[in-house]
């Protein structure tokens, strides 16, 4: 009963801390977010048709090979914003697809690796829209080798959405443990008070992937997680497929009081208790009867006992004299008692 209780207890305390982890991961998407109308100005280039494609694929090559003079961090900013506009574009990504995605996150995660925020995008975009989550941990393997812990008070967050990817999108239980450890570790030593507090939350997600990987509600704040990342940065794509996901689990559709859609797992249903739980009937007592018996099975007259074989009856004892009586005694007892007087022999 105790490990059940702290099994729940648990779960709840994760619960928590993802949803602290994915508040964190949301605001940085939905400052970008904020941001696109603005963004869209920088650039009057639209990536739209198949030859712009063709263009804009050479004019990150060259990018990707041009030198920097020191200024890497202001190059991968460049691809960043050049992303964004590239992802906002949702009209012509549904005609054309994200085929140049992958080479903007190459070229951001070379020239600046630890750009945390970038991640989240990389992750959605090439994961969940693009189905390549073998790719994307690739790339994330560059900010994992590159980061610490002390650059930067989120620097946990790659690690978990590695961690995140290898579990729902590639079924790698050993790495996404080993991910999720790690993102605990990490989250331990920030500088950030909140995140500290989700390191053990991230420790006991490791053991949980290690010990019950299929737990219903583990993979419900995972998918929810990614469900909330997608209604923010507006991909019907990928919310479809966490949707898909999390009715498959089990989990049940409903909606706040400002008709936000969340998502919950029903209820388990009560034991019903019986009607007098502290007598329990014992059956072993209870002769098993056929349940349908038939007369043959019934004794016959020639099976039922004789008189002789009866069992002859103890006498009954006597009563006991009352007070003052002395008891009489019986004719039997008496002649019994009474010595017997010899008869004289006849004489001659």
Same mark, same amino acid.
């Given at each position: 009963?105790?490990?059940?209780?702290?099994?729940?207890?648990?779960?709840?305390?994760? $619960?928590? $801390?993802v949803l602290k982890v994915t508040i964190a991961a949301l605001a940085i998407v939905g400052i970008v977010k904020l941001q696109q109308p603005q963004l869209s100005q920088l650039s009057a280039r639209e990536v739209a048709s198949a030859e712009d494609q063709r263009q804009e694929?050479?004019?990150?090559?060259?990018?990707?090979?041009?030198?920097?003079?020191?200024?890497? %961090?202001?190059?991968?900013?460049?691809? =960043?914003? /050049?992303?964004?506009?590239?992802? $906002?574009?949702?009209?012509?990504?549904?005609?054309?697809?994200?085929?140049?995605?992958?080479?903007? @996150?190459?070229?951001?995660?070379?020239?600046?690796?630890? @750009? #945390?925020?970038?991640? #989240? @995008?990389?992750?959605?975009?090439? &994961?969940?829209?693009? $189905?390549?989550?073998?790719?994307?941990i690739a790339l994330m393997d560059r900010g994992t080798t590159a980061l610490t812990p002390k650059d930067h008070p989120k620097s946990f967050l790659v690690w978990r959405l590695k961690g995140l990817d290898q579990l729902l999108m590639v079924n790698d239980l050993q790495a996404?443990? @080993?991910?999720?450890?790690?993102?605990?570790?990490?989250?331990?030593?920030?500088?950030?008070?909140?995140?500290?507090?989700?390191?053990?939350?991230?420790?006991?997600?490791?053991?949980?992937?290690?010990?019950?990987? /299929?737990?219903?509600?583990?993979?419900?704040?995972?998918?929810?997680?990614?469900?909330?990342?997608?209604?923010?940065?507006?991909?019907?794509?990928?919310?479809?497929?966490?949707?898909?996901?999390?009715?498959?689990?089990?989990?049940?559709?409903? !909606?706040?009081?400002? %008709? %936000?859609?969340? =998502?919950?797992?029903?209820? *388990?249903?009560?034991?019903?208790?019986?009607? /007098?739980?502290? #007598? *329990?009937?014992? %059956?072993?007592?209870?002769?098993?009867?056929?349940?349908?018996?038939?007369? &043959?099975? *019934?004794?016959?007259?020639?099976?039922?006992?004789?008189?002789?074989?009866?069992?002859?009856? &103890? +006498?009954?004892?006597?009563?006991?004299?009352?007070?003052?009586?002395? +008891? &009489? +005694?019986?004719?039997?007892?008496?002649?019994?008692?009474?010595?017997?007087?010899? !008869? +004289? !022999?006849?004489?001659?």
């Amino acid at each position: 009963m105790s490990t059940a209780m702290s099994h729940s207890s648990s779960l709840q305390r994760l $619960g928590s $801390g993802v949803l602290k982890v994915t508040i964190a991961a949301l605001a940085i998407v939905g400052i970008v977010k904020l941001q696109q109308p603005q963004l869209s100005q920088l650039s009057a280039r639209e990536v739209a048709s198949a030859e712009d494609q063709r263009q804009e694929a050479l004019r990150l090559s060259l990018a990707r090979r041009s030198p920097t003079f020191g200024f890497d %961090n202001l190059m991968a900013d460049w691809a =960043f914003l /050049n992303l964004i506009q590239y992802d $906002g574009d949702s009209a012509t990504r549904k005609a054309v697809g994200y085929d140049l995605a992958p080479k903007y @996150f190459d070229l951001m995660t070379r020239l600046d690796p630890r @750009f #945390v925020d970038s991640y #989240v @995008f990389l992750s959605g975009i090439m &994961s969940y829209q693009m $189905g390549k989550p073998e790719e994307a941990i690739a790339l994330m393997d560059r900010g994992t080798t590159a980061l610490t812990p002390k650059d930067h008070p989120k620097s946990f967050l790659v690690w978990r959405l590695k961690g995140l990817d290898q579990l729902l999108m590639v079924n790698d239980l050993q790495a996404s443990q @080993f991910s999720y450890d790690q993102a605990g570790d990490w989250a331990l030593l920030s500088s950030d008070p909140d995140t500290r507090q989700v390191g053990p939350i991230f420790k006991q997600t490791a053991e949980f992937i290690r010990t019950d990987p /299929n737990n219903k509600q583990m993979l419900l704040w995972s998918w929810s997680s990614i469900y909330d990342q997608a209604v923010m940065t507006r991909d019907e794509t990928t919310k479809a497929k966490a949707r898909a996901k999390l009715l498959e689990i089990g989990a049940i559709e409903r !909606k706040d009081d400002k %008709n %936000n859609i969340y =998502f919950t797992l029903p209820p *388990k249903p009560k034991a019903t208790p019986s009607a /007098n739980p502290s #007598v *329990k009937p014992n %059956n072993s007592a209870k002769p098993t009867e056929s349940p349908n018996a038939t007369d &043959s099975a *019934k004794p016959t007259d020639s099976d039922k006992p004789t008189d002789s074989a009866k069992p002859t009856e &103890s +006498p009954k004892p006597a009563e006991s004299p009352k007070p003052d009586e002395s +008891p &009489s +005694p019986s004719p039997q007892a008496t002649e019994s008692a009474t010595p017997a007087t010899p !008869k +004289p !022999k006849p004489t001659n």
